[in-house]
T-cell receptor, first 114, second 111 residues
Framework: GAVVSQHPSRVICKSGTSVKIECRSL??????MFWYRQFPKQSLMLMAT?????????EQGVEKDKFLINHASLTLSTLTVTSAHPEDSSFYIC??????????FGPGTRLTVT | GENVEQHPSTLSVQEGDSAVIKCTYS??????FPWYKQELGKGPQLIID?????GEKKDQRIAVTLNKTAKHFSLHITETQPEDSAVYFC??????????FGKGTRLHILP
């Protein structure tokens, strides 16, 4: 099946700093990638849809200036959490769409803001 | 917009028995229904999916059924094993649209 990687798998940062998370499709090209966050024992919450070469589409309530998304190539999308605060601590997961519907997920990135 | 309801939230079954998880969706235009398995600390893994032109699909011990009229779809796991313990998410989407997830079912396989 299609493989999606994320880096880093875990990151700890201090409050006020920025953190970048990378999402790569390893064996296919993805024109559309998605970014989710997941709190403990909850479902995945879609943050934004990222299309290669264009601006990301953010879900209602997600601050676009805080969560910067760049989809510079067909195999790489990045999420930058700017001026991170403890409440941004979460599990961030990306996915890449294959064809019209199937999505394959990365392994996730655990962000802890101290 | 689409809304996906999933039941039960927690399910415990004896090893070797079957497990059934049920979902309903609200948007009759949805035509793609994937199921994901998520283990602790990992990303969701696509385990099976079904499209609206098919009523049932099976892959070894896993099967999914779809009732378009009632807007119901279900995941069936037979001969459950300890490694089946995880959180399972159903989802629904339309072509080229985002996937809407259910709230998840925590499946415990009891020895």
């Amino acid at each position: 099946g299609a493989v999606v990687s994320q880096h880093p798998s875990r990151v700890i940062c201090k409050s006020g700093t920025s953190v970048k998370i990378e999402c790569r499709s390893l064996d296919f090209q993805a024109t559309t990638m998605f970014w989710y966050r997941q709190f403990p024992k909850q479902s995945l919450m879609l943050m934004a849809t990222s299309n290669e070469g264009s601006k990301a589409t953010y879900e209602q309530g997600v601050e676009k200036d805080k969560f910067l998304i760049n989809h510079a190539s067909l195999t790489l999308s990045t999420l930058t959490v700017t001026s991170a605060h403890p409440e941004d601590s979460s599990f961030y997961i990306c996915s890449a769409r294959v064809g019209a519907a199937e999505q394959y997920f990365g392994p996730g990135t655990r962000l802890t803001v101290t | 917009g689409e809304n996906v309801e999933q039941h039960p939230s927690t399910l415990s079954v004896q090893e070797g028995d079957s497990a059934v998880i049920k979902c309903t969706y609200s948007d009759s235009a949805s035509n793609y229904f994937p199921w994901y398995k998520q283990e602790l600390g990992k990303g969701p893994q696509l385990i099976i999916d079904i499209r609206s032109n098919v009523g049932e699909k099976k892959d070894q011990r896993i099967a999914v059924t779809l009732n378009k009229t009632a807007k119901h779809f279900s995941l069936h796991i037979t001969e459950t094993q300890p490694e089946d313990s995880a959180v399972y998410f159903c989802a629904a989407s339309k072509r080229d649209d985002k996937i809407i997830f259910g709230k998840g079912t925590r499946l415990h396989i009891l020895p």
